[in-house]
């Protein structure tokens, strides 16, 4: 009875697993053929390779232009600069804590790097404002410091709690007999750390960074704060940029209702979708050949 109780739990279990699974994949599709169906009603009116090719978002001028150029490379330029900085500081750190650090300071400071993904997002680009942006403007002896570079300083800070956190036990995941066997032939905690445990945690390490760069691009408020706004081509770091995220969050309030321009914020968020959908696809590929090579 026992056993029949037991084999009907877990085929009742099963199934709410499956659903819920479901659900989810169900809703991700939703979004998508939401996003989809408003788009084609853009390309309706602009033809794909203006809307591709075009160096100009301005669509509130007589002409009307709707070249998506600019708010890719002020992502792809703000995002770039994220990652810079956030995966060697978040992977150094994460291997401090888990091989190195005391364990008295690792527990002051684990806490204080997860506090950092409780800070909401609007206080992060307020420092970006009244503390970052001046200070690099006094650096780099320009007039204002809302520019992709405060963007990416800010976005670095906000992925780095993902990022520590993921890398930390991806490297506390890798068995303790492969340090043993480096340290038994001769090499010392330094060589053993990044000639052994690193590579033996590649695979997670790979989706730290993975989850790291999807939070610097769906990030709305810190750059909408922080870089400056300015819909044109930047040349550098120290241009004022607006990023696809939060284009979409300036206009979207104030656009008429099913007009060209409403549905143009449709057809950029499409492609934000596809770029953090292929990022994850590419990133869960790499990460599982590596785990068969690692096997």
Do not use: C
């Not at 001046?134 to 320009?142: D, R």
């Not at 400056?228 to 696809?244: E, Q, S, Y």
Request: charged residues 15%; hydrophobic residues 55%.
């Amino acid at each position: 009875m026992n056993i029949k109780k037991r084999e009907s739990t877990d085929w009742l279990l099963k199934q709410v697993f499956k659903a819920a699974g479901l659900v989810t994949i169900g809703l991700l599709a939703g979004i998508f053929l939401m996003l989809l169906y408003n788009s084609i009603a853009f390309f309706a009116d602009v033809k794909p390779v203006d809307f591709f090719t075009g160096s100009q978002w301005d669509p509130e001028s007589s002409t009307s232009k709707y070249g998506i150029a600019p708010l890719l490379v002020s992502t792809g330029l703000v995002t770039l600069g994220a990652m810079v900085i956030a995966i060697p500081l978040g992977i150094f750190t994460a291997a401090f804590l888990s091989e190195l650090a005391h364990p008295k300071l690792k527990t002051i400071l684990k806490p204080v790097i997860e506090m950092l993904a409780a800070i909401p997002s609007v206080a992060i680009g307020f420092l970006g404002i009244v503390l970052v942006g001046p200070g690099i403007a006094k650096i780099f002896g320009i007039q204002n410091g809302l520019n992709a570079l405060n963007g990416s300083v800010l976005l670095a800070v906000m992925a780095l709690p993902t990022v520590i956190t993921i890398s930390e036990d991806a490297i506390n995941a890798v068995p303790h007999s492969h340090r043993e066997a480096s340290l038994a032939l001769g090499a010392n905690k330094w060589e053993t750390l990044f000639k052994v445990t690193l590579p033996a945690s590649l695979p997670g390490l790979i989706a730290a960074v993975m989850l790291g760069l999807g939070r610097a691009l769906g990030e709305t408020m810190t750059v909408l704060m922080a870089t400056g706004n300015a819909a044109v081509l930047p040349k550098g770091f120290l241009d004022a940029v607006r990023t696809i995220t939060a284009t979409i969050a300036i206009e979207m309030g104030e656009v008429p209702y099913q007009t060209t321009h409403y549905f143009a914020l449709f057809a950029i968020a499409v492609v934000l979708f596809l770029i953090t959908l292929a990022i994850n696809l590419l990133g869960e590929y790499f990460a599982n050949r590596l785990r068969k090579f690692h096997a």
